[in-house]
């Protein structure tokens, strides 16, 4: 039975990437060695990290606009604390909106650098909507949000304009949507949800956005030294940028952002449709800010709960519980998800109506 992934991270990928990153695991570019052994300084990678880092600014239309990509480990959380090393100067102050769980995070590691001003949060309402009115204070060294919140499924439609630098997490949308990038300074994003397997996180900033706190920087958490290094400055996970490079030349050869969007768009309104539609669905944010990558949703009677459990399973529907700390259903609807997956939840969500 095909399997339905709707898994919110890791997550889907594309089946051609499985397929060729498979292949690579045996023989990686007739070198008759796995690119799970060969050396990250071996020509052959060199060359997949210097197109993985080009490709990415061309995706976001960020090519020789003053960017740089660079390819780190550690994951999204490791940036948290990365921003306020290279970004808050010293006695500074950084700038935070919180709209969930990871945002909260980023703010945690900010506060141990200098003054953190959380400008709104919409913590006391669970985190159903992404606040609109805030200001931004002038002198923040950066202003900090987070595109879309995948625990709660809430996404920003739009951003604020500020003179401030602006940084954010695409975590979980990044190339999902046609957005103008260079609105910001910095952008951040690990790769399991949208890009490639665990164990690697993608950093693209303003190069003339760093230098300027006046501390010193441990190597590792120096964004300059990266650069320079060319994302080497340590051994890079190899499988998982190969992989990442892999799904990006996919996304390219489907005709890049603007293509996929199409198809993002038209998978969010089949099922929140039927959310919408379905009296037995309720849904659990705002409608103006739901995610088009993670659709979030209760059963209005949990009773029903066992029935519709077995019922998406039997279907080959994979990953829809919700997260561990608010319960319900999150149905992950990242790029590679094909909108077939979407219609085979959608018609189990109709049948449970029917026999209820």
């Not at 006391?124 to 931004?136: G, R, V």
């Not at 999902?176 to 164990?199: C, E, H, V, W």
């Not at 009296?279 to 409608?287: A, L, Q, S, Y």
């Not at 998406?312 to 561990?324: L, T």
Request: glycine share 8%; aromatic share 10%.
């Amino acid at each position: 039975m095909k399997k339905h992934n709707f898994s919110a991270g890791p997550c889907i990928l594309p089946q051609e990437v499985f397929e060729k990153a498979a292949q690579a695991v045996l023989d990686f570019n007739g070198m008759g060695l796995s690119v799970l052994e060969i050396s990250h300084r071996d020509k052959a990678f060199v060359a997949v990290m210097e197109e993985a880092r080009a490709l990415a600014l061309d995706l976001l239309g960020l090519t020789d606009k003053g960017y740089r990509a660079i390819f780190l480990q550690g994951g999204a959380s490791m940036e948290f604390l990365r921003i306020p090393y290279n970004l808050m100067k010293t006695n500074g102050k950084a700038a935070y909106l919180d709209t969930g769980t990871w945002a909260s995070g980023a703010i945690k590691e900010a506060k141990a650098f200098g003054e953190t001003v959380v400008v709104a949060s919409s913590k006391p309402d669970n985190y159903t909507y992404i606040p609109k009115e805030y200001s931004i204070p002038a002198d923040a060294d950066y202003f900090h949000c987070t595109s879309n919140n995948t625990i709660y499924g809430t996404q920003m439609k739009s951003f604020a304009e500020t003179n401030v630098p602006m940084v954010c997490d695409m975590s979980s949308d990044i190339f999902s949507r046609t957005l103008d990038f260079s609105k910001f300074d910095l952008i951040y994003a690990g790769a399991q949800k949208n890009m490639g397997p665990a164990g690697v996180t993608l950093i693209v900033v303003k190069e003339e956005l760093l230098g300027k706190t006046g501390r010193a920087i441990p190597n590792i958490m120096n964004y300059q030294l990266h650069i320079e290094k060319e994302s080497m400055y340590n051994t890079p996970p190899v499988f998982a940028v190969y992989t990442s490079l892999l799904t990006m030349q996919w996304l390219k050869n489907l005709g890049g952002i603007a293509a996929i969007e199409k198809q993002n768009e038209a998978k969010a309104k089949l099922l929140y449709d039927e959310i919408d539609r379905n009296p037995i669905f309720v849904g659990t944010t705002v409608k103006e800010d739901r995610s088009n990558m993670n659709a979030t949703f209760l059963l209005a009677d949990e009773n029903h709960k066992e029935l519709f459990d077995s019922m998406w399973k039997a279907a080959g529907v994979s990953g829809i519980n919700g997260h561990r700390s608010v319960g319900g259903y999150r149905a992950s609807m990242y790029n590679a998800l094909p909108l077939e997956s979407v219609q085979v939840l959608v018609d189990v969500m109709k049948e449970l109506e029917r026999k209820i």
